[in-house]
């Protein structure tokens, strides 16, 4: 299927912006993959545990011939390769986190895959790179991505470029 999809990017280990353009060249590097759009860098605080660096993220629109669960093996590729370690420590810090937000309209419930991607409507730092890129989406609860980002508390957000 050839519809939009909407990953997430973040980072707060190592250098960030460089591994945060690296994941998106490796995404641009699948024949599968198609990169339409990527949001601006943003800074944010953690959320979680308040004793780790800040974030680096951003979102980006691609379209891919790839279903979830083949998108989701590739992007934790991608994830190891820049070194990330799943600990099994909660909302720790991590060197590439890419996340599946948004599959088109598709609602998924799968033991490794929930789609839409889960507290996205609290997470100012993917709504408002979203919001940048796709400003008229219909979110899949059928209200505007405007209202979510409105709902949404924006304090320690901010856009690098
Ligand atoms: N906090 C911010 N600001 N950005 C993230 O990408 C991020 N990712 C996470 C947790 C630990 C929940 N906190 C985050 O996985």
Known sequence: ???????GLGSNLGD???TISDAVNALS???????????SL????????????????????ISTSLDPIELLDLCQNIESTHGR?????RWGPRTLDL???????NTINEERLTIPHAGIAQR???????????????????????????DCSLDGLSRLR
Do not use: H
């Open 1 to 7: 299927m050839i519809e939009p999809v909407y990953i």
């Open 16 to 18: 960030s912006e460089n």
């Open 29 to 39: 590097e699948s024949a599968d993959i198609t990169i339409n759009a990527v949001s």
């Open 42 to 61: 943003y800074k944010s605080a953690p959320m979680g545990p308040k004793n780790q660096p800040d974030y680096f993220n951003a979102v980006c629109e």
């Open 85 to 89: 370690e799943r600990k099994g420590e």
């Open 99 to 105: 996340d599946i937000l948004l599959y088109s309209t």
């Open 124 to 150: 100012e730092f993917v709504l408002v790179p979203l919001f940048e890129l796709a400003p008229t989406l219909i979110m899949p609860d059928g209200r505007p991505i405007a209202k979510w980002v409105a």
